[in-house]
C-alpha cells in the first residue's frame, strides 16, 4: 500500500488559514495566524479565486515539511486542481535544495521526492495590480543581527519600511518570541508591525521519527514564510518582499562523495532559491511584488563591523534556535559570539553571552568545526570557515583567551587575499531592484572600508 500525505481540509477565517493532513493514519493539523490582516475582507477586494490560490501554496510550501516522513506520494485533496506543472517544478526544485542535506543525513542518495500529480495546469489568475500602498517595502524580521543591519540600512537612505515578524510553536511560546522581536524593533523605526504566529501539533522525536524510518526532520522555513507574507503584501500594497540573507548562504558545508553534489544548509536563503521563488510569485501570483535580499552583496565580516555602531541595538538580537536568546553551546550561538568577539567592545560582547564562550570545553568541538579543523561546517546558519577563522584571528589579536583560542589561534592563517575576498561587495548577483540599489550598494561599500580599515589595523598594522 502506498504510504500517502494527504491534505485532508482548509479553512480561512478572518486572521486564520488552518489545514489537516493524514499520514498513515496520523492527522496534523496547523494554524496561520495573522494579528494585523483581515482575510475575509481581502477575499471580498480580490476575489474568491486568488485567495484560494493564495491559500494553496501557503499550505503546499508548510506540509512540504513532511516529506521528512518519507511519504511516496502526496495528494492535496480539496486544493489539488491547483497543481499545476510550474508549481511541480518549484515544488521540487525546493525539495531537491532545502531537503539535500536532510538527504544525506538519513543516506538517501537515490531520493527524489514523493509523486504528485498535477492538476488541470489552469493558469492561476493575476490580480488587478494594486495601489502601491503608502509603504513600498516589507521587512521580514527574525531578530537576528541581519535583520537588524537590513532596518539601519532602510534608515540611513531615508527608505520607509514595515516589519513583518514570524513565530512558530517548535520555538516555545509565541508571546516570547515576538516580545524578542519587538525589543530589537524598538531600535529602528518600522511605520507598522505585522505578527504571523504558526501553530502546529508536530513536534516529531526521535522514536517517532525512528516509526517512519528516519533520523532527523528539516523544513523550509524561508520558502514557507515568503508564501505566508503574500496576503499580508496584497493587502498593503507591498512591492518589496525583503529579507537579509547575506552572501555566506550561498555556499555548502560539505561535498557528498556518494553523489558529487554539494550540501547546504542554507540552500533557501541562497541566490538560486531567492531567484526561483521570486520569479515564480512574479509570473504566477502577484507580478508587482519583488522578493530579494538586501544583504545578499556582502559577507559576514560586514555586517559584524556594522554592528559595532548598533551595540546597544544588539544586546537585543537573538538568533538561537534551542533556547532564546542564547542557549550558548550550539554552532549559532558560537560562531555569533565568535563575530561579535571580533569586532564588537569585550563588554558588550560579555554581557550579551553572560560567558566567555571561547573558554567553555564544551564548545571546543563547534568550534573545530566552525574553524574547519574537524568534520564538516556544522549544519546551521553560520558563515564560511574563512569567515570563521577571520574573525578567531581578529578576537585573538584584540586579546581575547580561552581555550579555544589556545587550541586555534596557532594553527590558522589569514591571507590578504581570503580578507579582499571576504569584504568585497558583489555590485551584481543580487536582485535588489536597480532605484534602491543605486542607494543600499554604496552605504554597504562604505560599511566595507570601515571593515577593512578595522582588519588592516588589526592584524596587518603597518
Known sequence: MTSTLKLTGYSRTPHELAYSVELDGRTFTTRFHYDTLDLAELERRHGAELM?????????????????????????????????????????????GVWAQWRYEN???????????????????????????????????GGGKDSLLAAKLFEEIEEPFDALTYSHSSYGDS??????????????????RHRLRVFDDLQPGPSELEEFGVRTFTTAETPSSLFLALPVALDRGYTNLVVAHERSA?????????????????????????????EYVER?????????????????????????????????????????PWCRRCPKCLYVFLGYAAFLPWTDTLQIFSENLFDVEE????????????????????GQVEESQLALALAARRGWTGLAIDLFKRVISVEPETVDRLLAVRSDGHRIPDELASRIVPVLERRAAVARAFVDKTLFPA
Open 107 to 141: 543516506d538517501l542518495p537515490g531520493w527524489r521526492g514523493p509523486v504528485v500529480e498535477s492538476g488541470a495546469d489552469a493558469p492561476v489568475p493575476a490580480p488587478e495590480a494594486p495601489e502601491r500602498g503608502e509603504v513600498r517595502s516589507l521587512l521580514f524580521c
Open 175 to 192: 508571546v516570547h518570541q515576538h516580545a524578542l522581536i519587538d525589543r530589537q524593533l524598538d531600535h529602528v523605526r518600522p511605520q507598522h
Open 363 to 382: 564548545n571546543l568541538e563547534g568550534y573545530s568545526q566552525l574553524l574547519g579543523s574537524a568534520g564538516h561546517l556544522p549544519f546551521d546558519c553560520v
Open 250 to 278: 550561498d555556499s555548502g558545508n560539505l561535498v557528498w562523495e556518494a553523489t558529487g553534489e554539494t550540501i547546504n544548509h542554507q540552500w533557501g536563503k541562497s541566490l538560486e532559491a531567492e531567484r526561483l521563488l521570486g
Open 52 to 96: 484560494r490560490a493564495l491559500d494553496f501554496h501557503a499550505i503546499a510550501f508548510d506540509l512540504n515539511r513532511l516529506v521528512s516522513l518519507k511519504p511516496e506520494a502526496v495528494d492535496f485533496g480539496p486544493l489539488a486542481d491547483c497543481v499545476t506543472e510550474p508549481f511541480l517544478d518549484l515544488w521540487h526544485r525546493i525539495l531537491g
Open 284 to 324: 504566477h501570483l502577484l507580478p508587482a511584488v519583488r522578493y530579494f535580499s538586501v544583504l545578499k552583496p556582502v559577507h559576514d565580516p560586514v555586517i559584524f563591523e556594522a554592528g559595532r555602531h548598533y551595540v546597544v541595538a544588539l544586546a537585543d538580537a537573538h538568533s538561537c534556535n534551542v533556547a532564546k
